[in-house]
């Protein structure tokens, strides 16, 4: 036997949550008539809040159920409590219909204009992501398309080149290597930004030692690129900071071979600083920089014009660096990026807290 879920309007959705917001409003406008009324500084003053109460509660709330109700139970209030005779219904009041209508009118009004900012929004929110997934998977082919190329390449000249020397040999692999672990970071980079559009898989975020987290993203990197020098500077109290550490790491490693590829470094320097609230992880380098037209659209991973030596196009960081923002922004941080007068400098920096990181 299987068992249906209740239907509900979508003009007239119901939630626990709208219901506490309205009681709350409700009673807030109701202790502050109360206490004008005891006061007895004003005439008339009924109204006017209640017309405030029905287009907070119209906004605030989904469809056109809890305004409404607020618009009945305001009005109800008007007469019965706060309009002489207190305590009493008086459906012959001057006025009385104009009051109910303009109580009316606001709340359609305003639910009506709600509803449309929210579709706006959400429209809004499917473009942007329309936007990355074409800008995901163009970076995805400009990242792949090449380095595959290349391993096949190099495979088949061995397979098929029985002649070939040694050190030819030895070359020819040692680059179809190269090319399939470059594809292994691009599809580390593909699974977490996977995992960042996934609400289902929530990010585990643990304290953390940051300076653990500084020194095995540094030692993974001069394993990859042994001839660019590595500095790591991190303050001699423990920072301990909620992330997720894999992810972390992989922010550190994007960021690193972004200065040697993109920027031409041969001499990086990570530093990790406490601010108030925050710890700031920075990458610097000595290289050529980032060129201004660049600068802005940094990290919102559109592919990036190949500026290497050997100028074979195939390293871009597009999707790497897009990669970075999503992580940074699902811990609650921010990230940016500038020029320094050699080099360039791209940090980022999450909250030490817990209650800052569900900010």
């Not at 005779?85 to 219909?97: K, R």
């Not at 030692?209 to 590595?230: C, D, W, Y």
């Amino acid at each position: 036997m299987t068992f249906r879920k209740p239907w509900v309007s979508p003009l007239f959705p119901f939630s626990w949550r709208d219901l506490a917001l309205t009681g709350g409003i409700f009673a807030c406008a109701v202790a502050l008539c109360f206490f004008l009324q005891d006061a007895g500084v004003i005439e008339g003053f009924a109204p006017p809040v209640f017309v405030l109460v029905v287009l907070l509660v119209s906004r605030l709330t989904t469809g056109y159920l809890f305004g409404l109700l607020a618009a009945v139970l305001g009005m109800v209030c008007v007469n019965f409590v706060f309009t002489y005779p207190y305590w009493a219904f008086n459906l012959s009041l001057s006025g009385y219909p104009l009051t109910f209508f303009t109580l009316l009118m606001v709340s359609l009004i305003t639910c009506t204009l709600t509803a449309q900012a929210k579709r706006q929004a959400t429209l809004a929110a499917e473009n942007e992501r329309e936007k990355m997934r074409a800008n995901l998977l163009r970076s995805v082919s400009h990242d792949i398309r090449t380095p595959l190329t290349s391993i096949v390449g190099s495979t088949s000249a061995v397979l098929e080149n029985p002649g070939l020397s040694e050190a030819e040999q030895r070359e020819l692999l040692e680059n179809a290597r190269e090319e399939a672990q470059w594809l292994i970071r691009v599809v580390e980079n593909l699974l977490s930004i996977t995992r960042m559009g996934d609400e289902r898989v929530p990010i585990a975020k643990e304290p953390e030692p940051a300076e653990e987290i500084l020194g095995a993203a540094a030692q993974k990197f001069r394993r990859l690129f042994p001839h660019v020098t590595v500095t790591v500077s991190a303050p001699e109290a423990l920072l301990m900071v909620p992330m997720d550490p894999i992810l972390i790491e992989q922010v550190l490693a994007n960021l690193l071979e972004n200065a040697a590829v993109h920027g031409g470094a041969d001499r990086v320097s990570l530093f990790l600083k406490e601010e108030e609230g925050f710890a700031r992880f920075l990458v610097r380098d000595n290289g050529r920089g980032i060129p201004r037209r660049e600068l802005d659209g940094l990290f919102d991973g559109r592919p990036r014009p190949q500026r290497p030596p050997d100028g074979d196009g195939k390293r871009n960081m597009g999707l790497g660096l897009s990669v970075c923002r999503a992580i940074v922004l699902a811990h609650g941080g921010t990230i940016e990026a500038r020029n320094l007068s050699q080099g360039a400098e791209l940090s980022f920096r999450l909250p030490t807290t817990a209650a800052e990181v569900l900010t």
